[in-house]
């Protein structure tokens, strides 16, 4: 065997015996981390074959060329391999049912891999698995992948195994990436289904205000707690989509405090949930979720409707003052204490200028335009005296038209006649109002917290990693990576483990977004695995010479930043070998 010699990204040619016959491959090395490690490797042929090339002949050309998903799958892999998520959930599940080809924790893995990468289907699964190399490298052939066998799995977990299994899951996340639980931000959404009507397999399907608008149909309610480092979820919840998050707040907060104290045991970190800083927004708050907080302990910050404050608006700014300028970028905040929700907290009024100005573009470019356009188009018809609709219905569209608070505060309107033929409707917008709203409202929030010790920043800090839970929202409404849709189940329990695989696959998701931000790439998920996906495999198939046609295993070239992809997630452990 040829002996190698490491430089930084230098190629050389390695051979490799297997039995009788020597492989040679092209290496190329670099050092990682002060180590020599191989980055790459292709494929040459033997010693005859690269004799018989020299001299013009080898292989000559292929019969047939395929082109495999490799480097998204393999990198998704890697991860699920290395939180041992098929080992926890069988280790909970149990033995797997009789005639199952695959443990249960396999399929649900592979049901999270391809929720992350290729959404679809359970009955399309196996026909996307042919086309990656994953077949390869997991060592699970294509016909375990029958969706029959998936539902099997599905149905071999219950849903206090499922708690469970997150659980452990959870633990396993920080133990092995060492982020931070100690600060978490809470959040809920709904998702629509097609689930028919008459359906009564899935109560947890219902009508309800949807987030989406699709107001036709059955919806699914999800709450999740993600952590302020990476946005991680460390927790989740499913419900019914009819329910108002704020009424499953209570539910999220035991289920959080006992998760945090189960993870933080786990991972050998100190169980203080006195520690624990739950962030959330207004649509949470009531008088008695505020004292379900009290009652566990746990610290919050959170918010409410700057309307609601008028005490607070009202204040000149010279009231507030600048609050870390190289962080925040002119906001300005003033600090003070209130009664809000029968008690007194503290309260502290903040004003961003990035945010004043997008509000008034989105009141005047948006808003305002769209109840404008409906305006003059009522008074367009009015005016043609053809309508038959009395006073009172034309004052109750006025009105609806105008229904959004701002828009009432600034619209002026008048409607002259008393006869149907004879209405007429003029309307403006008050400049002085305009003006006074703005001044009022535009750019405030008013943040709460029971935190005295933390500094304004850090209050400010803690409240915006609220957005964390947000972009997990839209993330898994993303249709094309680490998406809730499609999905394709009917029953209650189905959906229910739907939805743990699709939290598996966000958790993955961001887990591999924060080791790439860490090693210096900042890329969103779906930049991260578009990079990742652009890594393939192909494959080479040779004319038969009397025996198997001969196939050769190529990875595609790699830019810059494949290849530090490459290297962060070892990709070289699954690379082709021909």
Known sequence: MLDLVYYPYMASIAGKKRGTATYYYLVESARVDGKPRIVSQEYLGTADELAAAMRGGGLGLPDRVRHKQFGDVAAVWGMLEELGVAGIIDEVAGPRPAGQPLSTGTYLAVAALNRLVAPCSKAALADWWKTTAAHRFTKIPVAALDHRRFWDAMRAVTEQQMEEISAKIAARIVAVSGI????????????????????????????????????????????????????????????????????????????????????????????????????????????????????????????????DCPDLTALPASARAVIDQERFAGLTAFDTRRVVYGAQRRAILTHSPELHQSQARGFTGTTLAKAGKKLDELAATLARGKTRRGRDKVEAEITAIIRKPWVRRVVTWQLDGEKPADLRLTWG??????????????????????????????????????????????????????????????????????????????????????????????????????????????????????????????????????????????????????
């Not at 304004?456 to 094309?480: C, M, N, T």
Request: charged letters at 20%; hydrophobic letters at 40%; proline letters at 5%.
């Open 180 to 307: 931070g639980c100690s600060s978490v931000a809470l959040d809920m959404t709904n998702f629509a289904t097609f689930i028919a009507t008459a359906n009564e397999k899935a109560p947890i399907a219902q009508r309800g205000k949807a987030r989406q608008k699709r107001t036709d149909l059955r919806l699914a309610g999800l709450g999740l707690v993600v952590t302020r480092d990476g946005g991680i979820p460390l927790t989740w919840h499913a419900y019914p989509g009819n329910k108002p998050g704020v009424t499953q707040f209570p539910d999220m907060i035991t289920q959080l405090r006992t998760r945090h104290a189960t993870v933080c045991a786990a991972a050998g970190l100190p169980a203080q949930t006195a520690d624990l800083t739950v962030v959330f927004d207004a649509g949470q708050n009531s008088d008695a979720n505020f004292a379900r907080l009290a009652g566990t302990g746990l610290h919050y910050a959170g918010t409410v409707p700057a309307s």
């Open 429 to 578: 917008i008050s400049a002085g109002a305009r003006a006074a709203l703005e001044e009022e409202l535009f750019g405030k929030h008013v943040l709460i917290t029971d935190h005295d010790d933390w500094p304004v920043a850090e209050v400010i800090a803690g409240y915006r990693s609220q957005s964390e839970a947000e972009f997990s929202f839209r993330q898994l409404k993303d249709p094309r990576v680490v998406s809730f849709s499609p999905m394709h189940h009917w029953t209650e329990h189905n959906i229910r483990v739907h939805v743990f695989t699709c939290v598996l696959a966000l958790q993955i998701a961001h887990l591999m977004r924060r080791q790439a931000e860490r090693a210096g790439l900042h890329l969103s998920v779906r930049e991260l695995l578009g990079q990742l996906a652009g890594i393939g495999e192909t494959v080479l198939i040779y004319p038969s010479t009397g025996g198997r046609p001969k196939a050769r295993r190529l990875t595609t070239e790699l830019s810059d930043d494949q290849r530090k992809l490459y290297q962060i997630f070892g990709l070289d452990r699954w690379a082709p070998r021909s």
